[in-house]
């Protein structure tokens, strides 16, 4: 058993930045971390690491290391930030990454109607 040796696999974070890759998968990502985070239930530390995740799936591939360098300092300056300007630099960070904010419809604990829309794109923003 000495010369037994564990098999090695790509660690998690490898795996989840390759998912990222997809910008629809890391979108997905986010609205479940933002829908945490609005109940209360996440620390801002969490949602600091998931945005630096997807920026590196998404964002490093398409910047220069000076980029990348100020958008990352973009962002730990904006979630230290309090009042409404905020929504809107975060709208900002995140079109840079292809990645857009919007406002749906909260279902609730309603199952949906079969005929129904179940999530209705309200509004948009930093897409001016």
Do not use: C
Request: glycine letters at 8%; aromatic letters at 8%.
């Amino acid at each position: 058993m000495k010369d037994a040796k564990v098999p090695t696999s790509d660690s998690y974070h490898s795996f989840k930045i390759s998912n990222f890759q997809d910008p629809n998968y890391a979108a997905a990502y986010l609205s479940l971390i933002f829908e945490e985070e609005e109940e209360g239930d996440l620390e801002m530390g969490i949602m600091r690491k998931s945005l630096r995740d997807v920026f590196e799936a998404l964002g490093e591939p398409i910047m220069s290391d000076e980029e990348a360098s100020l958008h990352l300092e973009k962002l730990d300056v904006l979630l230290s930030q309090n009042g409404s300007a905020t929504i809107y630099a975060l709208a900002n960070w995140l079109k840079a990454l292809g990645l857009k904010l919007t406002v749906v419809v909260d279902e609730g604990d309603k199952g949906e109607e079969e005929d129904s829309v179940g999530t209705a794109e309200l509004a948009e923003v930093g897409n001016v």
